[in-house]
């Protein structure tokens, strides 16, 4: 039985490779993809994720966009290292899959109950902390806490 999860990221070229290896496993079943500024802007990594996501023909995953920035610093981005895009190198066609209209946060307070460890994060915590903040206290016995960078 594949485990269910949801990716939280900020989608350069390094989350690009993870999140194509995830939805090429028959060990995962992603369910979803939270999107969030950090390699590059938050208009970037929402975009990327649906590049993505249709590169490996699953248009049916569905993203959800999140934070424009941490929630008590600045955005500090990474072009010099994922280009303008944050997938520069490949010329990647515009998606035509459509960004999901509910935020990221309120899809995942959405399975907290449901599936409570299903987020695998790959990108910096901006939405985990606003995440917290909706979920209440329950979280405090699930999330699986490393250093944040909110």
Same mark, same amino acid.
């Given at each position: 039985m594949a485990r269910k999860i949801?990716?939280?990221t900020d989608p350069g070229q390094d989350d690009a490779v993870a999140i194509l290896l995830a939805l090429a496993s028959p060990e995962l079943e992603v369910l979803g993809i939270t999107a969030v500024a950090g390699n590059v802007p938050l208009a970037l990594t929402e975009k990327n994720a649906r590049k993505i996501c249709e590169l490996a023909g699953r248009p049916d995953v569905k993203v959800h966009a999140g934070a424009i920035r941490p929630m008590v610093r600045s955005l500090v981005t #990474? !072009? !010099?290292?994922?280009?303008?895009?944050?997938?520069?190198? /490949?010329?990647? /066609?515009? /998606? *035509?899959? #459509?960004?999901? !209209?509910?935020h990221a946060v309120d %899809?995942?307070?959405g399975w907290r109950f449901v599936m409570p460890? $299903?987020?695998?994060?790959?990108?910096c915590e901006h939405?985990?902390? +606003? %995440?917290?903040?909706? #979920?209440? /206290? +329950?979280? $405090? *016995?699930? +999330?699986? +806490?490393? *250093?944040p960078c909110w």
């Open positions: 949801i990716i939280d #990474a !072009e !010099e290292v994922h280009g303008k895009t944050g997938l520069d190198g /490949p010329v990647l /066609p515009e /998606p *035509t899959m #459509a960004l999901q !209209e509910r %899809y995942l307070v460890n $299903a987020l695998v994060r790959d990108g939405l985990v902390r +606003w %995440y917290c903040e909706r #979920a209440g /206290p +329950w979280l $405090a *016995t699930t +999330w699986p +806490w490393s *250093t």
